[in-house]
């Protein structure tokens, strides 16, 4: 079946720019994961949904980052003022139950790049 | 909080070589452990997992064992190929439906 899709791939934005990147994830599929991964800090967790709300945002790394989710699928993470620093690849995570282990499947991630 | 420690890297070994990439955690309460894995061009797949102490992950002839006392979970393969080029991350889930902490990855490159 098909897996966790993001857009765009890849994205170049000036400093200053807002962006919006988009996660698809798996049909079914109520958890919804959004991870940042850079050279300088690995794999960072951002925010949890659950349905269309979300229980934990604590990695939000700042007001200038928000996430929504509508319809229980579709999730959107929308950076304002883009900064150098959010230069990173944007990963997206799905996940149901196995065995009474969660499984997270990740999408391809979004790279984004701040000039 | 929870934390995942990895060996630095990166790792270069020839082809049909024994692998160990080390993993320790901290976490409260117990959590779930998992290897994930980067090919070069795609996206993180998960490897293989344990949910309890004492259990044993395996796939793809890598297998690792949770081990609670010294809280690690290293991962092993008794002879990698070349095909088993990519990054390996550890990570750990504590509660159901919630993040997870990643390891900083280790690159592991296999020669012919």
């Known amino acids: 079946g098909a897996g966790v899709s993001q857009s765009p791939s890849n994205k170049v934005t000036e400093k200053g720019k807002d962006v919006e990147l988009r996660c698809d994830p798996i049909s079914g599929h109520t958890a919804l994961y959004w991870y940042r991964q850079s050279l300088g800090q690995g794999l960072e967790f951002l925010i949890y949904f659950q349905g269309n709300s979300a229980p934990d945002k604590s990695g939000l790394p700042s007001d200038r980052f928000s996430a929504e989710r509508t319809g229980g699928s579709v999730s959107t993470l929308t950076i304002q003022r883009t900064q150098q620093e959010d230069s990173a690849v944007y990963l997206c995570?799905?996940?149901?139950?196995?065995?009474?282990?969660?499984?997270?499947?990740f999408g391809p991630g979004t790279r984004l790049l701040v000039l | 909080g929870n934390s995942v420690t990895q060996m630095e890297g990166p790792v270069t070994l020839s082809e049909e070589a024994f692998l160990t990439i080390n993993c320790t955690y901290t976490?409260?309460?117990?959590?779930?452990l998992f290897w994930y894995v980067q090919y070069p061009g795609e996206g993180l797949q998960l490897l293989l997992k344990?949910?309890?102490?004492?259990d044993k992950g395996s796939n793809k002839g890598f297998e690792a064992t949770y081990r609670k006392e010294t809280t690690s979970f290293h991962l092993e393969k008794g002879s990698v190929q070349v095909s088993d080029s990519a990054v390996y991350f550890c990570a750990l889930r504590t509660g159901a439906n919630s993040k997870l902490t990643f390891g900083k990855g280790i690159t592991l490159s296999v020669r012919p």
């Open positions: 344990a949910t309890k102490a004492d």
């Open positions: 976490a409260t309460g117990y959590p779930s």
């Open positions: 995570a799905s996940s149901t139950r196995d065995r009474g282990s969660e499984t997270q499947y």
